[in-house]
């Protein structure tokens, strides 16, 4: 699948998800031996997005669930289709010949009539897929004791059916947001990867792919802006989301720096709980953000030596 880390990282790169190298080493090596990785790390780090930059990458098929409290079995192995095989039940019952119900019973409980789900459709891909099991932290322990055999033996069992092996062996992710801790025979049989918010070089590399019709100065900016408000203590602090938004918001608003005054139009952006946006308007604080933000921007690598750096300056926040 791919060659060495560096060209993980590289092709990733490519494919717009920027990353470090301890984590192209985990794709790498996930992929090479064929063991799930684990993903954890904050709200809107990447977690997510890192799966379907692999699928893309590699040019496969992203076949995702999306788990939540109550999720069952059928959900994420499939179902028998019940009108088909109602039908064929049908249909033999009134054809001429005695019906044959043993036989019957056989053909109804057979692949044919059973509607695959995300796991089993992956497991049947002629080549490796990548399979994406989201925000496994919301089942139950029953559900991700299911998800062992898959994950070790890359089996399913279906009830009646029997069990299904992989035609090929999907290179799956799965994520959590450490709602609940995951039982350790799930941990055990993946690598384990913290994704974590990305430095600032790389964040204002991530808001210049995504507005490459901003300046470079204000993707510093940005960047800058993100590691400041992380740095506040804030109960949501913005990710790479937030961050993309900001951007987005300042080319449809024509601006390329923040001040102070601009308070009341960014915190809808930044700030997602009532504590937070209390916090940014308490008195200085946004001021003492912004200000924070422009120096560390300062501290962010140019893009090339000749841009036209317009970095906010000191004077000009007040
Ligand atoms: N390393 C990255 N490179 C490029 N874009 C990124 C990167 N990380 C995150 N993003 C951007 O941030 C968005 C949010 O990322 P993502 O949904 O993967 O976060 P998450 O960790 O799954 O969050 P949650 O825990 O809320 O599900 C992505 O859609 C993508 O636009
Ligand atoms: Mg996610």
């Given at each position: 699948?791919?060659?060495?880390?560096?060209?993980?990282?590289?092709?990733?790169?490519?494919?717009?998800?920027?990353?470090d190298?301890k984590?192209?080493?985990?794709?790498?090596?996930a992929?090479?031996?064929h063991?799930?990785?684990?993903?954890e790390?904050?709200a809107?780090?990447g977690?997510?997005?890192?799966?379907?930059?692999?699928?893309?990458?590699?040019?496969?098929p992203l076949?995702?669930?999306?788990?939540y409290?109550g999720?069952?079995?059928?959900?994420?192995?499939g179902?028998?289709?019940?009108?088909?095989?109602?039908?064929?039940?049908?249909?033999?019952?009134r054809?001429?010949?005695?019906?044959?119900?043993?036989?019957i019973?056989?053909?109804?409980?057979?692949?044919?009539y059973?509607?695959?789900?995300?796991?089993?459709?992956?497991?049947?891909?002629e080549?490796?897929?990548?399979?994406?099991?989201?925000?496994?932290?919301?089942?139950?322990y029953?559900?991700?004791?299911?998800l062992?055999?898959?994950?070790?033996?890359?089996a399913?069992?279906?009830?009646?059916m029997?069990?299904?092996?992989?035609?090929?062996?999907?290179?799956?992710?799965l994520?959590?947001?450490?709602?609940r801790?995951?039982?350790?025979?799930?941990?055990?049989?993946?690598?384990?990867?913290?994704?974590?918010?990305?430095?600032?070089?790389?964040?204002?590399?991530?808001?210049?792919?995504?507005?490459?019709?901003?300046?470079a100065?204000?993707?510093?900016?940005?960047a800058?802006?993100?590691?400041?408000?992380?740095?506040?203590?804030?109960?949501?602090?913005?990710?790479?989301?937030?961050?993309n938004?900001?951007?987005?918001?300042?080319e449809?608003l024509?601006?390329?720096?923040?001040?102070?005054?601009?308070?009341?139009?960014?915190l809808?952006?930044i700030?997602?709980?009532?504590?937070?946006?209390?916090?940014?308007?308490?008195?200085?604080?946004?001021?003492?953000i912004?200000?924070?933000?422009?120096?560390?921007?300062?501290?962010i690598?140019?893009?090339?030596?000749?841009?036209?750096?317009?970095?906010?300056?000191?004077?000009?926040?007040?």
């Amino acid at each position: 699948m791919f060659a060495s880390p560096a060209e993980t990282q590289a092709r990733l790169e490519s494919a717009g998800y920027f990353t470090d190298i301890k984590v192209a080493t985990g794709v790498f090596l996930a992929a090479s031996i064929h063991r799930p990785i684990l993903l954890e790390g904050p709200a809107g780090a990447g977690k997510t997005e890192l799966a379907s930059s692999t699928a893309r990458t590699l040019c496969v098929p992203l076949l995702r669930l999306q788990c939540y409290q109550g999720i069952d079995e059928e959900k994420a192995i499939g179902q028998y289709d019940r009108s088909l095989q109602e039908l064929y039940v049908l249909l033999m019952s009134r054809s001429t010949q005695t019906p044959d119900w043993p036989r019957i019973k056989r053909e109804i409980t057979s692949r044919a009539y059973f509607m695959a789900g995300p796991l089993l459709e992956a497991i049947e891909q002629e080549d490796p897929c990548v399979l994406l099991i989201d925000e496994i932290d919301k089942v139950d322990y029953a559900f991700e004791a299911m998800l062992l055999e898959l994950l070790s033996v890359w089996a399913l069992s279906i009830p009646r059916m029997g069990t299904v092996r992989a035609t090929s062996i999907p290179l799956v992710f799965l994520t959590s947001n450490q709602e609940r801790r995951l039982g350790d025979p799930l941990r055990r049989r993946c690598f384990y990867l913290v994704v974590e918010h990305p430095n600032a070089e790389r964040e204002a590399a991530i808001v210049a792919r995504h507005t490459p019709h901003v300046g470079a100065a204000t993707h510093r900016f940005i960047a800058g802006l993100a590691k400041s408000l992380r740095a506040y203590t804030l109960e949501k602090p913005p990710s790479i989301s937030e961050m993309n938004d900001v951007a987005m918001a300042m080319e449809l608003l024509g601006i390329d720096q923040i001040l102070p005054a601009d308070k009341e139009i960014m915190l809808p952006l930044i700030a997602k709980t009532e504590g937070d946006r209390k916090r940014l308007l308490m008195k200085e604080a946004f001021e003492s953000i912004v200000r924070m933000a422009a120096k560390y921007a300062e501290q962010i690598p140019k893009v090339s030596p000749g841009e036209d750096v317009k970095v906010l300056a000191e004077s000009e926040i007040g």
